[in-house]
Nanobody
Framework: VQLVESGGGLVQPGGSLRLSCTAS????????MSWYRQAPGKEREFVAR????????NFADSVKGRFTISRDNAKNTVYLQMDSLKPEDTAVYYC?????????WGQGTQVTVSS
């Protein structure tokens, strides 16, 4: 299993970014995918999840209405569209997949929201 995130960067408050996570080594369309984030000095926290076929999703309260999660099973890729970004969204963002009893994580991509 390999997960590779991309798309992070520096953005001003109110701006947007789209993160991508490309997966390999497993049947992507069979698994729900999630995004988590970890800010400096804080625990890793859940951000969003999408079902295997993209028919359902759920979000942390802190990002509801601002973030959207989607996936393209033909490209083995899950996306996190982040709009109306706030300084408190600054963190390393990780995609993850849970298979049986094990969670697999990508290396993360840094998102910094600052003026």
């Amino acid at each position: 299993v390999q997960l590779v995130e991309s798309g992070g960067g520096l953005v001003q408050p109110g701006g947007s970014l789209r993160l991508s996570c490309t997966a390999s080594g497993f049947t992507f369309s069979s698994y729900a995918m999630s995004w988590y984030r970890q800010a400096p000095g804080k625990e890793r926290e859940f951000v969003a999840r999408i079902s295997n076929l993209g028919l359902s999703s759920n979000f942390a309260d802190s990002v509801k209405g601002r973030f959207t999660i989607s996936r393209d099973n033909a490209k083995n890729t899950v996306y996190l569209q982040m709009d109306s970004l706030k300084p408190e969204d600054t963190a390393v963002y990780y995609c993850t997949v849970r298979q049986t009893s094990q969670n697999y994580w990508g290396q993360g991509t840094q998102v910094t929201v600052s003026s």
